[in-house]
């Protein structure tokens, strides 16, 4: 045989080759740099409120609220890996409260416990209604006595798919916080923890994965009437109640709410942002079992500067990430950090510089706050963060979504990807996940930017 | 020439007093001498001494000042000239009226009748109460409206001269309620949720005649199923008993009548724009003419503005088409109007943003056939301006007066004039609240509260100068209700500091005189 006969077959196969990739590269995606056109969930009496979390395999679970005429329902609906929305199903049916104050979790298998409450006429009562993994949800469960004003939980699960709800009821200080269990055998009883010292958002919650479950948020020490504020961290017993680990750091001047996240060793690490005369510090201390370890600076910023905290399990650690003014107004910086299993950090990455139109709008004054950017965050094994970049203020808050990925081998962060086709009106993030095969982001936006109807959104990145 | 006399005798008690150029002119073409009298002793003297000469006047009036003037001189309507006597400021210590067992709801109303008959009304626990003040000075027990079985919220009350008193309220006229319990994880109760559905609402009515004999509760509007819907509806009492009251509903402000000892006529459609209409606003002068001002709110989120209308009312003619005025804004405006005797009015409302320099009192002015100007700013700017809703007063003779923000800057504008600065005497103490009226003399009266010292001043604003008579009272309130009755008598109404208890304060007459107010 001729070395140009020869040469043949092997032209050809690179011809298959080549277009076998080719049509591969096109089917990787229709939106930005892979991600799939979003998909929107079949719904069309979107209303209210909405939330997601995806669990491990890339499904999606969304629940948002409903509104017929004069009756209220909490839906749900499910996306896997490459597949469509299921048709929605009602969590609770058309009834007459206010559906309102929606959280959820979803953990590696499925399992989902979401929190809410009904409202009427200034007051709410807390329910919680949770749904093993392929399962079909609960019926909702009061889990608080009915208060004045409204409920802030939060809702966590562990590796097995017990699910813990911890809230403040109403708000102002001194709030009482509590918090409830689902197991095998139902639903808790709510169990007091402590009482918040500030006007404080929901509490932060985080479950290891061998169960231990830790809250952390401001609290007060010091004899009645001689009170200060601290940071404190609690810690769920095994028989139920609640115990106050010594505080990890003293809060001065309004700083930042904490976040928490438990690692693989059932150690709790909780990062906050404290503002000092000049500036602020994003402070991160991981507990020993004994004591907390010597507090790490993961990052500094102009005073009041950081805005959005997420902290997650990831590895033998755990990961965070967090959103800060770079320069104030104007410039945002996006950050992320390690700690491997004793809590020590390589110091945070930068995953996105921007700029954003001024969001003073002109006004003569306003007083120092965090950056509007919402940070998401998942780890487990596959630490991704999702955040928003404000693109415009007019007529009507437009951005676009981002996300960067742990290249876990290379030990670097991926450089930041676009999500979203195009500026998103009205919306904002709601959760991301990856796994080994694809990432998946789900969003939510006002069909109406001035008002009305929401609907929600999934993207998936699927690995090649 | 007696048969004239009596009949201008016998239409005298509505017999304006003559303008004095007037009056000097047709002494003149009788060839006769002396200065004109002043026109309030011409009255007195209109049949003492003189009465023939005096007799002459009124026929040459009636010959030579033209067919309106003449019209006025004898019908009484329409009228450029006061018909009463200026407010008394000669204030008796407030007095606490009827006990309260529960919380007073919102502000107390206060009216005065052509006797000097106060009436207060205020709502308590979802009940309309009213009590009385004879004339020798006590007060009755407060006397319940309402239905005690449905809630009735935003009482006003009026007053004309004849002693005809109406109040008017808004009724929760139907509801369900509705109740759920829940249970924690382990049974134990964990309370209740409940609501009212299913709820309608409508403007009610009563009157108590002369003798004080009140009439059944009358259904003004029609039921509205929303709770945005006819609040705080509008009332408005002329002192010859014209009565307008008017709700809005929808996007649309509606309004009814009723003339002195006639039935309510049918509701009539106002106006109406896009979105919903709001806080509508109602003021009417002694001869029935009406000014009615709110906004139309349209659109959501960043898109919403507020359009303010503005519809004014001839007895004789009915309502005009509602305008709009000004250009849309897009934060409430909290408009005000008045209108005087011959149909000229003033609209004023705010603007305000973040900036000081968008935080500004616009105005517009109507004129007789219904032609509005374009809006101008007027005082400048700043937070302090617009703080309140402005007051307005539209003299017979065309100069207005507008009084706003939180501590009570004055602006007065001539008769086709521009609109300037009117200096108001200093009171002591923080200004807080302000409430503005005009008495049956004419001149805008002007309840000023300050704090430290805590005090109610009470003045008659004059022309070009800071009022050189005033009143001041202790205590004072966030929303004092003002009265002024054509006979002088005056009345101020405020909820005490303890939300339980009604204080109101009466200036007796210092003349007698018919009319009324309120």
Redesign the interface.
């Known amino acids: 045989m001729s070395r140009r006969k020869a040469l043949i077959p092997v032209a050809a196969a690179v011809l298959v080759i080549a277009s076998v990739l080719g049509v591969l590269a096109v089917r990787g995606g229709d939106g930005p740099r892979g991600w799939s056109a979003p998909e929107a969930v079949a719904g069309n009496q979107l209303t209210g409120e909405a939330v997601s979390a995806i669990a491990g395999d890339g499904t999606a679970v969304a629940v948002w609220t409903e509104r017929v005429k004069?009756q209220w329902a909490l839906m749900g609906s499910d996306r896997p890996l490459g597949g469509d929305w299921s048709a929605p199903t009602p969590i609770v049916g058309p009834q007459?409260?206010r559906v309102t104050g929606l959280v959820i979790a979803v953990d590696e298998r499925g399992d989902a416990a979401v929190s809410f409450a009904?409202?009427?006429?200034g007051?709410?009562?807390l329910l919680g209604s949770y749904r093993a993994a392929r399962g079909r949800w609960e019926a909702a469960?009061?889990?608080?006595?009915?208060t004045s004003g409204f409920f802030q939980p939060s809702v966590a699960l562990d590796a097995k798919g017990n699910a813990t709800v911890a809230w403040v009821a109403g708000f102002g200080m001194g709030a009482p916080i509590f918090a409830?269990g689902h197991s095998a055998a139902?639903?808790?009883?709510?169990v007091f923890v402590t009482r918040s010292s500030s006007f404080a958002a929901a509490p932060a919650l985080s479950v290891g994965e061998n169960g231990r479950t830790f809250v952390a948020m401001p609290a007060a020490s010091g004899a009645p009437g001689r009170t200060h504020p601290r940071l404190a961290v609690f810690e769920r017993g095994a028989a139920g109640a609640w115990s106050r680990l010594p505080d990890p750091a003293a809060i001065t001047d309004g700083g930042l709410g904490p976040a928490i996240a438990v690692d693989s060793s059932g150690m709790p690490t909780v990062a906050w942002a404290q503002n000092e005369s000049r500036g602020s510090s994003l402070m991160m201390r991981r507990w020993t079992g004994v004591n907390w370890g010597p507090p790490t600076v993961l990052d500094r910023g102009p005073r009041a500067g950081f805005g959005s905290l997420e902290a997650r399990a990831s590895g033998a650690g755990v990961v965070l990430a967090w959103a800060r003014w770079q320069t104030r107004w104007t410039r945002v910086s996006v950050r992320a950090a390690l700690t491997d299993g004793s809590g020590a950090t390589g110091g945070s990455h930068a995953l996105d510089s921007f700029t954003i139109p001024d969001i003073r709008g002109?006004?003569?004054h306003t007083s120092p706050g965090p950056s509007p950017t919402r940070v998401l965050l998942a780890g487990s094994g596959h630490p991704i963060v999702l955040w928003d970049r404000l693109v415009t203020r007019t007529?009507?808050f437009a951005g676009e979504l981002f996300s960067s990925a742990l290249d876990a081998p290379a030990n670097r962060w991926e450089p930041a990807s676009r999500i979203t086709p195009g500026p998103l009106e009205g919306g904002w993030p709601l959760a991301i996940q990856a796994g080994g095969r694809g990432k998946v982001a789900t969003w939510a936006r006002l069909m109406?930017?001035?008002?009305?109807p929401i609907e929600v959104y999934a993207s998936e990145r699927r690995s090649p | 020439m007696r048969e004239l006399e009596d009949r201008i005798r016998r239409v005298r008690p509505q017999w304006p007093a003559p303008g004095s150029e007037a009056e000097a002119k047709a002494r003149a073409a009788l060839g006769l001498s002396g200065a004109p009298s002043p026109a309030r002793r011409w009255l007195a003297r209109s049949t003492h001494g003189r009465r023939g000469t005096r007799l002459l006047v009124a026929v040459a009036l009636l010959v030579t000042a033209g067919a309106a003037v003449a019209a006025s001189l004898i019908s009484g309507r329409g009228s450029s000239s006061p018909v009463g006597e200026p407010a008394s400021l000669a204030f008796a210590s407030p007095q606490t009226v009827g006990p309260s067992p529960g919380q007073i709801d919102g502000p107390v109303r206060v009216a005065v009748d052509g006797r000097g008959i106060v009436t207060a009304v205020w709502a308590r626990g979802g009940r309309i109460v009213a009590s009385t003040r004879a004339s020798d000075g006590t007060w009755s027990a407060p006397l319940r409206l309402s239905d005690p079985a449905v809630r009735s919220t935003y009482p006003r009350v009026g007053s004309d001269r004849h002693g005809v008193t109406t109040v008017i309220w808004r009724e929760a006229t139907a509801g369900r309620r509705?109740v759920?319990s829940?249970?924690?994880?382990?049974g134990?109760?964990?309370?209740?949720?409940?609501?009212?559905?299913g709820r309608r609402w409508a403007v009610i009515s009563r009157t108590r005649s002369a003798d004080g004999t009140w009439s059944a509760p009358e259904r003004l509007s029609p039921e509205s199923t929303s709770v945005r819907d006819l609040e705080e509806p509008g009332l408005a009492v002329a002192s010859d008993g014209g009565v307008v009251v008017s709700w809005d509903l929808g996007d649309a402000i509606w309004a009814r009548t009723r003339a002195s000892g006639r039935a309510w006529a049918k509701p009539v459609l106002v106006g109406s724009g896009g979105g919903e209409a709001v806080d509508p606003q109602l003021s009417i002068v002694p001869s029935g003419r009406a000014a009615l001002i709110w906004s139309n709110r349209d659109?959501?989120?960043?898109?919403?503005r507020y359009q303010v209308m503005v519809a004014t009312l001839d007895p004789a003619r009915g309502w005009r088409s509602a305008v709009k005025v000004g250009r849309p804004g897009i934060n409430p405006p909290y408009p005000a109007a008045g209108i005087n005797d011959t149909g000229e009015a003033v609209a004023a409302w705010r603007t305000y943003g973040?900036?000081?320099a968008q935080q500004r009192l616009l105005a517009a002015t109507g004129d007789a056939a219904g032609h509005w100007s374009d809006q101008i700013s007027i005082g400048g700017s700043g937070s302090s301006l617009i703080a309140t809703r402005p007051l307005i007063v539209v003299r017979p003779d065309g100069a207005a007066f507008i009084v706003t923000g939180s501590e009570a800057r004055a602006f007065r504008r001539p008769a086709g004039g521009e609109w300037g600065p009117l200096a108001l005497a200093p009171v002591s103490g923080r200004g807080f609240a302000a409430v503005l009226g005009v008495d049956a003399a004419g001149v805008p009266v002007l309840v000023r509260g300050t704090t430290s010292p805590n005090t109610t001043v009470v003045e008659r604003l004059m022309d070009r100068r800071p009022a050189s008579k005033r009143a001041v009272l202790r205590g004072v309130a966030a929303e004092p209700s003002l009265a002024l009755g054509a006979d002088g008598t005056s009345a101020i109404a405020w909820v005490g500091s303890d939300s339980r208890t009604v204080r109101v304060a009466v200036a007796g007459p210092t003349s007698t005189s018919d009319g009324g107010g309120g």
């Open positions: 004069d007459h409260w009904y409202w009427g006429r007051h709410a009562v469960q009061a889990l608080a006595p009915t409830s139902g639903w808790s009883d709510p002109g006004a003569t007529p009507t109406n930017p001035n008002g009305g | 509705v759920e829940f249970r924690l994880p382990s134990a109760p964990a309370g209740q949720l409940f609501d009212v559905v659109g959501v989120g960043n898109a919403r973040e900036a000081t």
